[in-house]
């Protein structure tokens, strides 16, 4: 999960800020060391950790923070605010020129996902209104042109290609002119990556550039390559020019390194993470979310933004208005349980949810989420192995039918008498919701609201 082990050392030191009445610089100076060494074991530049660190000593040993009410709370939010800066600050977009064509040139080594990435991005740009096309310019890979052409497929997406025999600048020029002729808004081409880097490769992008008017070159690289990602970046940005950077992998990238470093290593943008290998797993990079995920604040803003775009609205009406009548059953359960794997599965939910972390509370480990979504997948299996009728009446449900389910879904009886009585628990509790607010300031079973 990405910057977990950052994460959760920095929370460990702001736990024990919190836990003081009253800071004193010692207090301050003792609390940055940990801060500059979890930073420092993340992968994160020296020389960034250091202005990084110096920065937040200053702020927080300021007569503001320390004559403070909450001086740790304070000193929290100095460093939210610290790393909000040190990845952008601003949340950089790919600009769309409107009414004429926009020309997106992809880069990066060998195994950073480029191919993926740029259909990916293709995607997102459809998702916004505009006509992409791509353009497939690694004749070199062995599938790499048959890669694009399937994903594409996927996204919905036109590609170009002249085959593997074709000179990729002829190949770009070819596609920029069918994209200005067909009317697309942008057109983004996929070049060859290398193992590493060479200077072959960096003068095929230049003469591409040169023979295409490139409006955006944007350089994918793989998070988990920490401080080699910002090497590769600072190369390509004095060989070929770069206008922003992808980040790969990033679902996999525990230390975080490569994101905290490149913006103030590189002075290049942020543009999207990868967080996941599903086409639609790319997500806009917001500098204060993220920095607000590393302190364990949550990230209700991307949640709410998960929900409308992957719940199906309708099924929620529906879903709603039984719950409200209280006559919902085990279908409506599995559709509940397909809208939360759809938004990216419990653990991704649950780590967007503010209160876990700095406020205390436990934070949600890889472990866990492991384990919930192997819940997801017991329970699911026990729904399955009902008939239709026992679906949709749950009171049929006797102890012999239970052990014949519990039989087909490889669990314990016992698991099936669980999920069942957590499921009436729930429709009697649903049941009980509308007469809890009787009587004016009402609150739970009668009781007056303390406001």
């Known amino acids: 999960m990405a910057f977990e082990s950052l994460s959760e050392k920095l929370q460990n030191v702001f736990k024990n800020l919190r836990g003081k009445g009253r800071l004193k610089e010692s207090d301050v100076r003792e609390a940055m060391k940990e801060v500059k060494m979890a930073l420092l074991e993340a992968d994160v530049n020296y020389k960034v950790v250091k202005n990084f660190v110096?920065?937040?000593?200053e702020r927080a040993i300021g007569q503001d923070v320390m004559q403070s009410l909450t001086p740790g709370?304070?000193?929290?939010?100095?460093?939210?605010?610290?790393?909000?800066?040190?990845m952008g600050s601003e949340t950089t977009e790919i600009p769309v020129r409107q009414g004429k064509l926009t020309v997106v040139l992809m880069s990066g080594l060998q195994g950073a996902g480029k191919t993926t990435t740029a259909a990916k991005l293709a995607g997102k740009f459809k998702a916004k209104g505009v006509k992409p096309l791509l353009a497939a310019c690694d004749v070199y890979r062995p599938a790499a042109i048959d890669q694009l052409?399937?994903?594409?497929?996927?996204?919905g997406v036109e590609v170009f290609s002249m085959g593997s025999g074709e000179n990729p600048v002829n190949i770009a020029k070819a596609a920029y002119a069918h994209a200005r002729e067909n009317n697309f808004g942008v057109l983004i081409i996929d070049t060859a990556?290398?193992?590493h880097i060479d200077e072959e490769m960096m003068q095929e992008l230049v003469n591409i550039k040169e023979a295409v008017p490139v409006d955006m070159t944007v350089l994918v690289v793989d998070a988990m390559t920490g401080q080699d990602a910002v090497n590769v970046a600072k190369t390509f940005d004095g060989k070929v020019g770069v206008d922003g950077v992808i980040l790969t992998k990033m679902d996999g990238d525990t230390r975080g390194g490569a994101a905290l470093s490149i913006k103030a290593v590189t002075g290049k943008p942020i543009l999207y993470v990868g967080m996941g290998e599903k086409l639609s797993d790319l997500q806009q990079f917001y500098p204060d979310r993220m920095a607000s995920r590393i302190l364990g604040m949550?990230?209700?803003?991307?949640?709410?933004?998960?929900?409308?775009?992957?719940?199906?609205?309708?099924?929620?009406a529906q879903?709603?208005?039984?719950?409200?009548?209280?006559?919902?059953?085990?279908?409506?359960?599995?559709?509940?349980?397909?809208?939360v794997r759809r938004m990216g599965g419990i653990g991704s939910v649950m780590n967007m949810l503010p209160g876990l972390g700095v406020s205390g509370k436990a934070k949600l480990t890889d472990d866990d989420a492991a384990n919930a979504e192997d819940n997801m997948h017991r329970i699911e299996s026990i729904i399955f192995s009902m008939t239709p009728k026992e679906r949709a009446n749950p009171q049929l449900l006797n102890p012999s039918r239970k052990?014949?389910?519990?039989?087909?879904?490889?669990?314990?009886?016992?698991?099936?008498?669980?999920?069942?009585?957590?499921?009436?628990?729930?429709?009697?509790?649903?049941?009980?919701?509308?007469?809890?607010?009787?009587?004016?300031?009402?609150g739970l079973f009668g009781r007056k609201l303390p406001f």
């Open 149 to 155: 052409k399937i994903n594409g497929q996927k996204q």
């Open 54 to 57: 110096n920065t937040v000593t």
């Open 298 to 316: 949550g990230d209700v803003l991307t949640l709410i933004e998960n929900a409308q775009k992957n719940i199906d609205q309708e099924k929620a």
């Open 403 to 442: 052990r014949r389910i519990a039989k087909g879904a490889g669990v314990d009886i016992g698991e099936v008498n669980r999920l069942c009585k957590q499921f009436e628990q729930m429709r009697r509790m649903v049941k009980q919701m509308p007469g809890m607010m009787k009587g004016g300031k009402k």
């Open 319 to 339: 879903m709603n208005e039984k719950l409200k009548k209280a006559d919902f059953d085990f279908n409506d359960y599995l559709t509940s349980l397909e809208q």
């Open 73 to 86: 709370q304070m000193v929290v939010k100095i460093v939210n605010e610290e790393l909000t800066k040190l």
């Open 193 to 195: 990556g290398r193992l």
